[in-house]
């Protein structure tokens, strides 16, 4: 049985001339890095084991499960090019490969990709025949300790320990090959404006269109349709009459279909998609949904799998692990150190769960001016490519950034150690980007800890044994919620400015009901031993933040257990460790002023 063998793109689904690649491939580890110079790759005695993709080497799906370092490793895959697919464009999509990637074609290197965490597309047009079978060999390197790259909670240490769980290399999301036209659509953002009650369509070509037309069809309530020409620089805006809202209560979805057609008017290309109308912003220190206050109950959700690590099982993993956190009553999740897969996306989406998306930042050392730069590129590919999915709501690009001297970026400070004015300096140059590729959502700067210029979320991170020392740390004054509790270096300090105010970890209660494979920790040292109790230190943190007047929401640590670290709600097997019922009653209750 094929693993993953949904389209992977939902919102540009061009399902009707594509191939699923994922499956059984060969495979070769590159212990000594030597594979290339000494011309072992081509030969298909090298590929000496069998990975099934699009789960990674660490991994038990993989078939290998070598949790070691791994910085060279090579894939082999025969590709039957269809012969129907004469005359297009041939595309071979990668969804992730952690970390740079170099492609070759029958033994011949066509492409390289830098970044651990965003889909890309390779042409193959001119380096392959329709009817003919050719040889794709893909090689990834991945330099998680050089500093040089995001490594997210992937451990830095040999194994896993403390807060970071095992590796992952190379390819670690679906791969697919699929036929477009020439000058067929490449992608199509689409933005919403409930205020006025339009959508606005920005398309984009593989190449510049002649002589054709792009008709947009769109299904909800009531079905529009127009027309617009082809070219590189058209959008079109339609206004929809009484549009029916997406929310957290009720995720309505219109359907869209994109038809180009020539100038005989037969169709030249099809895709389909969908988005929801809504809008997220903030008005003084609140969060609003469709103009609406709204009180964030969310999770944090890190995206690990016992045997898939940073690739989910099968998509119904996906779709349960938003099931599972809605059913305690959280209204929505931040996906912490890494950018999830595009289908749990599409299940948010559906199912009306709001996130924030982050980037894989740990271990990221922004001294190096390369790893900056790594790191403009690939958070702008993150946000292109979701860019139109109403379940997001802010984009998070970074977790507990601090600066403390140039003198700790070592092998034992890697995550901080940078000077002060170049941090400053390039926090607000990606700010500058996520606003300019994205004006419609707020930008959260970091998680915790050290917040740069005047920031539009103060987020705060603190694990405290009990309410009163909780509400001591965000109080530390007294009652006035303008001295609210911050966390600062001796290197940056920016006092809480009156925006929303978000306690995006807390908790943390390890709660151990099962049998466990590794013995783990949690935060506070507390020996939790019933789930009554369990339940009843959640309960108290949570009834305290949501009567107090000047917190906006809070993100609990964390969905589920991960391997040593046992802090979840769930088990990392997703079993429960509380009633349901139980949870819920806690969990999904709200301030009198959130309509959410």
């Known amino acids: 049985m094929q693993p993953k063998p949904e389209y992977p793109r939902m919102q540009f689904r061009r399902t009707q001339s594509w191939l699923n690649l994922n499956g059984e491939w060969s495979f070769a580890f590159d212990y000594n890095r030597s594979a290339i110079s000494s011309d072992q790759w081509k030969e298909d005695s090298f590929f000496d084991k069998k990975i099934i993709v699009p789960f990674a080497p660490e991994s038990k799906l993989s078939g290998i499960a070598d949790i070691d370092y791994h910085e060279s490793v090579f894939y082999r895959r025969e590709l039957d090019i269809p012969r129907e697919w004469e005359g297009k464009r041939i595309l071979l999509h990668f969804g992730a490969i952690d970390y740079h990637s170099h492609i070759y074609i029958d033994n011949q290197h066509i ?3 830098i970044g651990g965490s965003s889909h890309f597309e390779v042409d193959l047009t001119n380096y392959v025949i329709p009817g003919n079978t050719h040889v794709l060999k893909v090689h990834a390197e991945d330099f998680g300790r050089s500093g040089k790259q995001g490594l997210g909670k992937q451990s830095y240490f040999y194994k896993s320990k403390f807060c970071s769980y095992t590796r992952t290399t190379g390819i670690w999301q679906t791969v697919w090959l699929e036929a477009v036209p020439l000058s067929g659509l490449k992608k199509c953002k689409i933005l919403t404006d409930i205020d006025n009650g339009t959508v606005t369509f920005i398309p984009s070509y593989y190449s510049t269109p002649i002589n054709k037309k792009l008709e947009i069809m769109v299904k909800g309530p ?11 620089n058209n959008s079109i805006t339609i206004q929809l009459d009484n549009p029916r809202l997406w929310s957290t209560i009720d995720p309505y979805l219109y359907d869209v279909e994109l038809r180009m057609t020539d100038d005989t008017e037969a169709e030249y290309d099809y895709v389909e998609s969908y ?18 206050p709204i009180y964030l109950r969310w999770v944090l959700d890190q995206g690990y799998y016992p045997d898939g690590v940073w690739t989910s099982p099968n998509d119904e993993a996906l779709r349960h692990d938003i099931e599972l956190s809605m059913a305690v009553g959280f209204n929505g999740a931040r996906l912490h150190q890494k950018v999830f897969e595009e289908r749990f996306h599409y299940w948010a989406d559906r199912l009306g769960y709001i996130t924030s998306a982050e980037y894989p930042s740990f271990e990221l050392k922004w001294k190096f001016d390369v790893a900056r730069f790594n790191f403009m590129n690939e958070w702008r590919d993150c946000i292109e490519r979701d860019f139109s999915h109403p379940s997001i709501v802010m984009w998070t690009p970074f977790n507990e950034s601090a600066t403390i001297g140039d003198e700790a970026c070592d092998a034992t400070n890697f995550n901080w150690g940078v000077y002060a004015p170049l941090y400053e300096n390039f926090i607000s140059q990606v700010g500058a980007l996520t606003k300019a590729l994205d004006p419609t959502r707020p930008w959260h700067d970091s998680s915790g800890y050290v917040h740069v210029g005047s920031p539009e979320i103060y987020s705060v991170h603190y694990y405290e044994p009990s309410a009163k020392a909780l509400m001591e740390k965000i109080h530390p004054d007294g009652t006035d919620s303008q001295k609210m509790g911050t966390q600062v270096s001796s290197y940056c300090h920016c006092p809480y400015n009156g925006t929303p105010y978000f306690v995006d970890e807390w908790g943390g209660f390890k709660y151990v009901p099962h049998e466990v494979e590794v013995a783990g920790w949690g935060y506070n040292g507390i020996n939790i031993t019933s789930p ?5 230190y959640i309960s108290e943190q949570a009834e305290a933040m949501r009567i107090d007047d000047a917190i906006a929401g809070h993100c609990y640590t964390q969905l589920t257990d991960i391997e040593q670290e046992q802090n979840g709600i769930y088990t990392y097997r997703r079993q429960e460790k509380a009633p349901t019922d139980m949870l819920k009653t806690i969990i999904s209750k709200k301030p009198d002023w959130s309509e959410f």
């Open 111 to 113: 492409f390289d990709h």
């Open 222 to 232: 009531e079905t529009i349709s127009q027309t617009l020409e082809c070219s590189q």
């Open 275 to 292: 988005f929801g109308m809504r809008k997220f912003d903030i008005r003084g220190n609140r969060f609003y949904l469709n103009n609406k």
């Open 532 to 536: 009554e109790e369990f339940a009843k």
